[in-house]
């Protein structure tokens, strides 16, 4: 049996004929009737009989293959697909669409937590139920996928002909413009040796040979005008346009198409929908105290760029330049528009799940609520079949609910890195793309394409832009349970800790009050006593390091960086409204320096970013931080004659924020300083 023959086959079959003939008679007719311009009428007649057929198959194609009506079909499904997702909406459908699964679908099942169980069968149908009819207007996506194939080579073979005809009729012209220059040399020539010969016959004529030079010279010819050997827009061009036209749409649904596969497949709880997080450098020392050390990413970005980089690539494959940018553009609108609405609503969803006290994370009265309604039908399940087998362990039920909640954590905060993962993909296919316009010719067209690849560069930032506001959302959702910890830790509230907490943690329940409160009004033997004893500080740090160290593991390591400079920048300025309550002697602002000291040192330890190694730069990136320090050099002034020396100093560095309304206020507390002299030295400031 014989293979089908395409009408990609029959293309090149006809272009290959009309390249060969011309390599092989082009030059001897260039030789032999180059003068006659017999060189460019053999171009345009090969090119005739090229164009008289190949636009005949390509239009058959088209009409056999219905483009227009697959167009029309495409764009109708593409639009769908757009306002679902852009709307920030679609993810809320699926979840809703996926209850038929499971019972009680929602964004813990999503994340393999509670009692949801997949039937793969029912799965299978709702991926196709909510493809907004892509199966049903335009096909399954591997035949789809395979039409896009034939389309691209289609235009490849045009293309690549187009190039090579393009290139003859330059050479064509090359060859005309060398013959006149050729002929041109040759009767200056002849003119010089014409004049030479009559000045060797009379001496009175000697310069007359220069001054008929001087003459020619002095009459310009005219430059060479290439001829037009072909004209700048033919039928095969105006076909070529069309189809690229037709596919470029189907293109753009495609993706669309595959992106949405991705949305649905990983709305499912499935393991091999998390994967290691591909950021992180290789060759990089991690160590399990790591920001980011068991960081997770979804497979929602890897499926989509791929989508997305096969897409584009095979249309700068067709060479076609209008093909290509339409590419870039509609690679570059489904990444800013739709991957970036649904990677933020996935973020919210799993920001939502982590909020202390109602979702995965441990609250002020013990494990979140969301904690114990997914790991109720799960872990303890599994521990009602050992009670009837009688091998009961509490310990293993501890540890198992224990893994059920890290792995809900950390799958929560896969949805955030997800925006990382985003913005390193798209600048690789940004270079990707940039390296493929080299195999463009160069020109007005190409560096258009260049132009649409660039607003990638857009998109990166979007991605960036809602990747830090993520990141600001869960730390304000954090924000109640950092002023509770640090309330516990001073002494403004019980620090009430109950049995489900320290289950969590797998330490003991901590039901009494912090070993020591925030005290500043010292004399020796207190001041001996806090020397010796654990301090609050020491207290409200462990306490941070319970909220923070979860998130921190599993999140990205410059998300986990800011996350904790929010966290710190809270609790910082938490301290600060406790401080401005308290009094202080000499040796509790000595206490004081040493308090923020070890914070400062806390905070140094907690964050992997080399930018922010030293004190100045940790201290710009979290002003509430550099307020505490600010706050401790200002209380322990031995002198009030040195405020005005110490704000001079520190205003010139840089690093003073405080106004002098507060300086007034943080003074008075301490008790050895009078409060009118505070006051006359303000007012001598503020004159």
């Not at 060398?178 to 002929?183: A, C, I, N, S, Y």
């Not at 002849?190 to 016959?201: C, H, I, V």
């Not at 982590?354 to 309604?373: D, F, R």
């Not at 002003?623 to 600010?630: E, G, I, W």
Request: net charge negative.
């Amino acid at each position: 049996l014989g293979k089908r023959v395409t009408v990609c086959t029959k293309l090149a079959k006809i272009y290959n004929a009309a390249v060969t003939h011309l390599r092989h008679h082009l030059p001897m007719v260039t030789y032999a009737l180059g003068v006659a311009d017999g060189d460019a009428a053999l171009v345009q007649l090969v090119h005739l009989e090229v164009e008289k057929r190949a636009v005949q198959l390509i239009r058959d194609y088209a009409q056999d293959r219905q483009l227009g009506e697959y167009e029309s079909r495409a764009e109708r499904v593409a639009q769908m697909i757009e306002d679902r997702y852009v709307n920030g909406m679609g993810v809320e459908e699926l979840l809703q669409g996926a209850a038929g699964i499971g019972d009680a679908y929602g964004p813990l099942q999503m994340m393999g937590l509670g009692s949801a169980e997949v039937n793969p069968d029912a799965a299978r149908a709702l991926l196709e139920q909510n493809d907004c009819g892509f199966h049903a207007e335009v096909g399954r996506l591997i035949d789809v996928d395979a039409m896009m194939d034939e389309a691209a080579l289609l235009l490849q073979h045009t293309e690549s002909y187009e190039r090579f005809v393009r290139h003859g009729c330059d050479e064509v012209n090359k060859a005309r413009k060398l013959r006149l220059e050729q002929k041109r040399e040759e009767e200056r020539r002849k003119k010089l040796e014409e004049e030479a010969r009559r000045a060797r016959g009379a001496q009175s004529t000697m310069f007359s040979g220069d001054d008929d030079e001087r003459k020619d010279g002095d009459g310009a010819e005219p430059d060479y005008k290439p001829i037009e050997i072909l004209p700048p827009h033919t039928q095969l061009n105006e076909i070529v346009s069309e189809v690229g036209g037709h596919y470029s749409v189907l293109e753009r649904c495609l993706l669309l198409a595959s992106m949405q596969r991705a949305f649905l497949t990983a709305s499912f709880p499935d393991d091999r929908n998390y994967t290691p997080l591909a950021t992180l450098s290789a060759t990089e020392a991690r160590t399990p105290q790591s920001s980011g050390y068991r960081a997770l990413q979804t497979s929602v970005v890897e499926e989509c760029l791929y989508a997305a980089q096969r897409s584009t690539l095979r249309a700068f494959a067709t060479g076609h330049v209008g093909t290509a940018s339409a590419a870039a553009n509609f690679c570059t609108d489904s990444l800013g528009r739709v991957l970036l609405s649904v990677l933020t609503r996935r973020a919210e969803l799993g920001i939502d799940t982590l909020k202390p006290g109602e979702g995965l994370l441990p609250g002020q009265g013990g494990m979140g609520a969301a904690a114990l309604a997914a790991v109720r039908d799960t872990a303890l399940r599994g521990v009602g079949r050992a009670k009837e087998s009688a091998i009961y362990d509490e310990a293993a039920e501890k540890a198992l609910v224990q893994q059920r909640i890290t792995i809900g954590v950390a799958r929560a905060c896969a949805n955030l890195n997800d925006m990382e993962v985003a913005i390193d993909y798209t600048r690789r296919l940004m270079d990707k793309f940039m390296g493929e316009t080299q195999n463009y010719p160069r020109g007005h067209e190409t560096e258009q394409l260049r132009m649409c690849i660039k607003g990638l560069d857009t998109v990166i930032e979007s991605f960036r832009t809602n990747s830090d506001r993520t990141v600001n959302v869960l730390i304000e959702i954090l924000a109640p349970r950092i002023r509770s910890i640090v309330n516990e830790a001073v002494g403004q509230e019980s620090a009430v800790a109950s049995g489900a907490t320290s289950f969590l943690v797998g330490g003991t329940a901590t039901t009494t009050r912090a070993t020591a409160r925030m005290n500043y009004e010292l004399d020796d033997a207190a001041y001996e006593l806090t020397q010796v004893s654990e301090g609050y500080m020491t207290k409200l740090c462990s306490s941070l390091d319970e909220l923070v160290e979860p998130l921190r593991m599993h999140l990205a390591p410059r998300l986990a960086d800011a996350l904790f400079l929010g966290i710190l920048g809270a609790a910082s300025r938490r301290l600060e409204s406790s401080i401005k309550r308290s009094k202080f002697t000499a040796l509790g602002a000595i206490s004081l320096d040493s308090d923020v000291r070890y914070l400062v040192n806390y905070a140094k330890g907690h964050i992997d970013s080399p930018e922010l190694s030293s004190n100045v730069a940790l201290y710009s990136a979290c002003n509430p931080l550099a307020r505490m320090v600010q706050i401790s050099l200002l209380m322990n002034v031995d002198d009030l004659e040195d405020v005005l020396d110490l704000i001079a100093s520190s205003k010139r560095k840089g690093n003073w924020g405080i106004k002098l309304d507060d300086v007034k206020a943080l003074l008075s507390l301490r008790v050895e300083f009078e409060g009118r002299k505070v006051n006359e030295l303000l007012q001598v400031e503020d004159e």
